[in-house]
């Protein structure tokens, strides 16, 4: 009796080894797709699609379908690049840094925003990345935002990631995924 204990063992050890018995979950979570247009490669969760966006400077915009507001189609959680020109004739928008401070001057002079944190970070081989943390008030809900500024050859691309301030904790992996798979080409 024994024997036949210890062989039935040995047959589901080998089974759950093998890979035979697998989670369905895991496959969502590895199928990754990648967009290149406009200058730009990115990766993002398989789950995720192409979106619109309403920023006549976004490049490319993605989004997770499964929160999308109903009144206006579009996505409430979503990753938008925006593609914004330097100018060095004009000294408002010579630097990265003087139309990054400018934006958010702007922005917060606005009772609606409230920032949550900024500064330098490193993407990819971009070390001096500017980054701004904030949320929105838009009518009675709250957004997070988390914003990376690249700057490449007189062009600043912004990583615009947006979800609900309640979400965006639990979507963070993927924002993270999609900053360091983030790609100027």
Not at 14 to 24: A, D, F, P, R
Not at 157 to 180: G, H, M, R, W
């Amino acid at each position: 009796m024994k024997k036949y204990i210890l062989g039935i063992l040995i047959i589901i050890s080998v089974v759950l080894i093998s890979g035979c018995v697998s989670n369905s979950n895991n496959n969502n979570e590895t199928q990754i797709q990648t967009l290149a247009e406009n200058g730009i490669s990115m990766k993002f969760p398989g789950t995720w699609v192409s979106a619109n966006s309403k920023n006549n400077e976004t490049v490319v915009a993605v989004a997770d379908p499964n929160f999308v507001d109903s009144t206006t189609g579009f996505g409430k959680v979503s990753v938008v690049i925006q593609k914004k020109t330097l100018n060095s004739s004009s000294k408002d928008f010579s630097s990265i840094t003087t139309l990054f401070n400018q934006t958010y001057q702007n922005l917060f002079s606005n009772s609606s925003y409230k920032l949550i944190a900024e500064g330098y970070v490193t993407v990819g081989t971009y070390s001096d990345a500017l980054e701004c943390i904030y949320t929105f008030d838009e009518n009675g809900t709250v957004k997070k935002h988390r914003a990376i500024w690249i700057e490449d050859n007189n062009e600043v691309y912004v990583i615009l990631c947006t979800a609900p301030e309640n979400e965006f904790d639990s979507q963070f992996k993927n924002f993270d995924f999609i900053i360091n798979n983030f790609k100027i080409i």
